[in-house]
């Protein structure tokens, strides 16, 4: 199997193309699954405290290390700052409770999770915390001033807790904002990605600056239907879709590699999803054959601008994004 990897601004560690995502994996499968996601050949976890299940995946990971699959180099681990922690004060004892779960000394990349300062909730209090006060419904904003928290990242390069440092949901806007004053400049832009929803000046942007893209969510509504996403359960699902089913079948793969591989076209690395190991076997192909690019080009063309990730109109009820 071919290794692709994208070469890190600033620390100039490679990064896999393709990783594991733990978004919505049960705690009860959480060791399990990253032990056989590690066993089949991914290098990169791309977990997050939000996604509470940090303990488990951590269980997996040192238990391919503990065997001798791997050794702890060998792996590139990817986790996110929640919003609550974003004050300066808070944002190493964050990664600190993040490396005790995960049972690691250092995570290779360390992502803020979204632009959006909440009001802190001590870690002894709720943890993870979510979206809203205790008790409460509501979003509460917090006093954290973006530069404040960048620099708290960047002194957990300093510290060696982590190797690299990045963002999640961002737009140009902040980005440029953040590169005036950046003194280790974000080496990862992690959105939301995919044929329905494809952010062609974002992504070209952001790469001019020599920031690396992660792709989530590559299967478009795929991820969001079981969320009760009427947006998601409402459009064509990506892996029906004609042209995707037409170049699946031209290639004699599965439309789920075609949706990653056109990302991997763009430069654009991904984290896909499965508790199947001949599904994670399958997504890690994606990796071994090329897309034409009048192929590449009739998947543009599949762009509705159609974010799932919105919580505008999931419960929170907030415009993150507009």
Known sequence: ????????????????????????????????????????????????????????????????????????????????????????????????????????????????????????????????????????????????????????????????????????????????????????????LQVELHPYLQQEHLVNWVQQQGIAVTAYSSFGPTSFVSTGSKRAKSVEPLFENPTVKDIAAKYNRAPSQVALRWSLERNVAVVPKSLNIDRMKMNLEALNWKMDDEDVQAINQLDMGLRFNDPMVNAQKLPLFY
């Open 1 to 188: 199997m071919t290794v692709e990897y994208i070469t890190l601004t600033g620390s100039q560690q490679k990064m896999p193309m393709i990783g594991f995502g733990c978004w919505k994996i049960d705690p009860n499968d959480g060791a399990e699954t990253i032990y056989n996601a590690i066993k089949v050949g991914y290098r990169l976890i791309d977990s997050a405290s939000n996604y509470k299940n940090e303990k488990a995946i951590g269980r997996g990971i040192n238990k391919a290390i503990e065997e001798g699959i791997v050794k702890r180099e060998d792996l590139f681990i990817t986790t996110k700052l929640w919003s609550t922690y974003h004050k300066k004060e808070h944002v190493r004892p964050a990664l600190e409770k993040q490396l005790q779960d995960l049972g690691l000394d250092y995570v290779d990349m360390f992502l803020v999770h979204f632009p959006l300062p909440l009001k802190h909730v001590p870690i002894e209090e709720k943890y993870p915390p979510g979206w809203y006060q205790i008790g409460e419904e509501t979003i509460t904003l917090d006093r954290a001033p973006m530069h404040e928290c960048w620099g708290a990242m960047e002194k957990l390069v300093e510290a060696g807790l982590t190797k690299n440092i990045g963002v999640s949901n961002f737009n140009v806007q902040l980005l440029m904002d953040m590169l005036t004053y950046a003194n280790i400049k974000p080496s990862l």
